[in-house]
């Protein structure tokens, strides 16, 4: 008896080790969503990981969406605006309506405090570099602003009232509305935190006071984030009451989790092997849509001693992967070979544009001229736990070595990965790029650009795409952007492997989910559950 019950007992501490400890039960009005990882704040101005990305809404009401099928800007917070004085005045009236989950009013103060927070000197984020340092005064707020608050006044921000916010630029800046895709911060909660502080403040991990659908009830770091609906929300009582976000770092223990109803949705994760047999089963819908991602394997060109700063080495490992049998064999089709920066979605994207294919034969000849034909040694980082990923390196890793290249793989947990892939600790990484609504090129491929973290510098790149921020012609655009994507391959900074669809699969109790290129939980107000 004493053998069974310890038998039983280990039994039950393997189960809650694969499971997790979020609750299995499914009462009427609760979701429960997997995760792979878990996220690392949920303030939307210092958010740097995809998991942030993702609950962050689920929080925080944001100024406009964009539309899932067309990507056009679609009223939120903002219910009506203008664009003056031939694209450079902003009028942004927003409902009246509008509370704080703690019942007070959010108001055009509260945008003006979070622009006057990113413009601020001590801002640890990177939105003002990207995207604001063109509102007219923001500069001279930034250089010069002696507070540690981010109070007083930019110039080119201006309440008008309660719900009228006027934006002034310096200049064009033709994505600028995709650049007001953002969740205001509650001035009255927030307004007396030093800037400096605010990343690391408890609102990061805690925030008590927002304006989304839901609100935080409980975090267990690791296992799941526990949501309740928002009462004071603008749009009205979400259909689904609450919902668990469980953090499941194994696909398979997703699966079963799914198929034991333990789990309403697996977002963008579902294995593809595993969708033809998802297929089958009454109890789940499979959803998929491209997304404005690609995946990569990058190469850093930070270090002027590695051979991965001389363009001819980086053009000789573009041509060794067979990214068809990567799409074919890994993806099993459910996504398309990858060219360039410019996704499908967007205006710009070439249908007939392509990248280098597969010539051992030049590859070894462009080795031998830059004078690396002995061959060399690289370290490959990527993420565990994404199978695609992993069996790409191994792939990429088997090709090189038909020009002498020897790739080490390291197959490094998720947060050991982001650490070495902000310090630059790596030759070769294999990672996802989201682009954004809009085309724009700046944010990654701008030698000054805080995200440009292949250490990637062309000055005719800068110029192009600097020139296309601030043409408000759409041909005129496309065409820009077109040439920019054309310099950018040619330098062969990364390898694009794949637009990848996303696969979602979902209990058939799940109503109204649409799938969006961007936000996992787009208009999750409207879902219900059965």
């Not at 792979?36 to 969406?65: C, K, M, Q, W």
């Not at 010069?144 to 009228?164: F, M, Q």
Request: charged share 20%; net charge negative.
């Amino acid at each position: 008896m004493a053998r069974k019950f310890i038998f039983l007992l280990l039994a039950l501490v393997i189960v809650l080790s694969i499971f997790g400890c979020a609750p299995v039960e499914s009462p009427q009005g609760q979701l429960r969503v997997a995760s792979l990882g878990s996220p690392n704040t949920l303030n939307p101005l210092f958010i740097r990981d995809n998991y942030s990305f993702e609950v962050v809404s689920l929080l925080h009401a944001n100024l406009f969406t964009f539309n899932h099928e067309t990507l056009e800007a679609e009223p939120a917070l903002v219910e009506q605006w203008s664009v003056e004085e031939e694209g450079t005045v902003y009028i942004l009236q927003l409902r009246d309506d509008v509370k704080w989950s703690d019942g007070e009013p959010l108001t055009a103060e509260d945008v003006a405090f979070t622009l006057r927070v990113i413009c601020h000197p001590d801002f640890t984020g990177y939105h003002y570099a990207l995207y604001f340092n063109v509102i007219t005064g923001s500069r001279d707020y930034h250089l010069n602003h002696d507070s540690p608050l981010a109070e007083g006044s930019i110039k080119g921000i201006e309440v008008i009232d309660d719900i009228t916010l006027k934006i002034t630029l310096d200049q064009v800046m033709a994505p600028f509305l995709t650049y007001l895709d953002l969740f205001p911060l509650p001035a009255h909660v927030l307004g007396d935190v030093p800037v400096a502080q605010m990343e690391g403040h408890d609102y990061s991990l805690n925030p008590e006071i927002t304006a989304g659908p839901y609100i935080l009830n409980d975090w267990a770091v690791d296992e799941y984030l526990h949501f309740v609906y928002n009462p004071n929300y603008y749009l009205g009582q979400p259909g689904i009451d609450e919902i668990y976000y469980r953090i499941i770092p194994n696909q398979e223990a997703q699966l079963i989790d799914l198929k034991g109803g333990n789990l309403d949705l697996i977002p963008t994760a579902v294995k593809i092997e595993d969708v033809e047999d998802l297929k089958e089963d009454s109890n789940i819908n499979i959803y998929s849509n491209l997304r404005l991602v690609y995946d990569y394997l990058g190469f850093n060109m930070a270090n002027p001693e590695s051979p991965l700063y001389t363009k001819e080495v980086r053009q000789a490992l573009s041509m060794v992967l067979d990214r068809e049998a990567v799409v074919r064999d890994l993806l099993l089709g459910y996504g398309r070979v990858a060219h360039g920066p410019l996704a499908p979605l967007h205006f710009p994207f070439d249908e007939n544009f392509t990248s280098y294919s597969v010539d051992i034969q030049k590859a070894r000849q462009l080795l031998d001229e830059s004078g690396y034909g002995d061959g060399f040694e690289l370290k490959l980082i990527v993420n565990a736990g994404n199978e695609v990923r992993e069996n790409t390196a191994l792939m990429f890793k088997e090709a090189a070595d038909a020009i002498g290249v020897e790739v080490t793989i390291q197959v490094l947990e998720w947060q050991t990965y982001m650490e070495l892939a902000m310090q630059g600790d790596f030759d070769v990484i294999i990672s996802g790029q989201g682009t954004g609504i809009d085309p724009d090129l700046i944010s990654i491929w701008h030698s000054q650009s805080p995200l440009n973290e292949l250490g990637y510098v062309n000055h005719q790149v800068d110029t192009v795409i600097q020139e296309a921020q601030v043409s408000m012609d759409r041909e005129e655009r496309s065409r820009m952007y077109r040439s920019a994507q054309e310099m950018i391959v040619e330098d062969a900074p990364m390898v694009w492997l794949y637009y990848r669809e996303a696969l979602h699969a979902a209990s058939e109790g799940l109503r109204n989910f649409a799938p969006h290129p961007e936000i996992t939980f787009y208009k999750v107000h409207q879902w219900e559950i059965e």
